[in-house]
């Protein structure tokens, strides 16, 4: 479905990405882990749009997705839940999923997956009139979260969802994420807690100082050395 080849990223003067080359099978999960810094944010803002690639292809089921500004990378079906929740504050939750489907014209598709998120987040239809910002840090993560699936994505990228958030909460945002993806949704996640991130992927890479430096099968990958000592504190 999604396949970065040899990918390159800068800010200014700076390489944030070098020759980065990944891939996402269809209704796969697959977890990017690294330390800050590493380039992880990065990686998934490059497939986005929100960063341009300076170098290398970004396919998305064999199309080039390079150059495609946000909006249309999208509207083919990749949706992007930024890290920090990033949602509207002052507007409602309501206003802040319908901004979700801004780019969908189906209304009655819309009024579907409304009524499905509020079946994952029964919290968030007990909320819906509120300003989103005086939600809860893990209220304000559902909402990213219903806000991405608003979008009717094929693929949703995650950024560090579990930042920030209580362990109560965060055990419940990653059993959403994964009954997403049992639903049919392929997941693309980010994220520092190694340890969760590698019990739920299928696949996983590794980052480091803007590399990949290791890859394969999850469970393998949290039974590698360089990995214990790096990031799972073994």
């Known amino acids: 479905m999604l396949a970065l080849e040899r ?3 800068r800010y200014g003067a700076v390489t944030a990405l070098r020759d980065v080359s990944l891939t996402v099978g269809v209704g796969e999960f697959v977890c990017l882990i690294g330390a800050n ?5 990065t990686t998934l ?3 986005s749009g929100l960063v341009p690639a300076a170098a290398g292809r970004i396919r998305f089921d064999g199309y080039d997705i390079h150059g495609l500004a946000p909006q249309e990378i999208l509207k083919r079906g990749i949706a992007h839940c930024p890290e920090g929740r990033r949602v509207f504050p ?3 939750v ?3 999923l319908a901004m979700g489907a801004y780019v969908r014209r189906d209304v009655a598709g819309v009024a579907a997956d409304l009524e499905r998120v509020f079946t994952h987040f029964p919290i968030l239809a007990e909320r819906r009139r509120q300003p989103a910002g005086t939600l809860s840090g893990g209220e304000q993560q559902m909402l990213a979260i219903g806000r991405a699936l608003m979008a009717r994505p094929r693929l949703i990228l995650f950024d560090e969802p579990s930042l920030g958030l209580a362990p109560t909460v965060v055990e419940t ?7 997403i993806q049992r639903e049919g949704t392929t997941v693309l ?4 807690n190694a340890y969760v991130a590698l019990q739920l992927a299928s696949r996983a890479y590794v980052m480091e100082t803007g590399r990949i430096v290791l890859e394969g099968p999850a469970r393998a990958l949290a039974d590698d050395e360089h990995v214990k000592r ?5």
């Open 173 to 179: 945002v990653f059993a959403i994420i994964a009954g």
């Open 45 to 47: 803002k490059a497939i």
């Open 7 to 9: 990918v390159t990223a």
């Open 94 to 96: 309501d206003e802040n």
């Open 189 to 192: 996640m980010v994220e520092q």
């Open 37 to 41: 810094g590493a380039g992880k944010s």
């Open 230 to 234: 790096a990031y799972l504190g073994g």
């Open 90 to 92: 002052y507007m409602t």
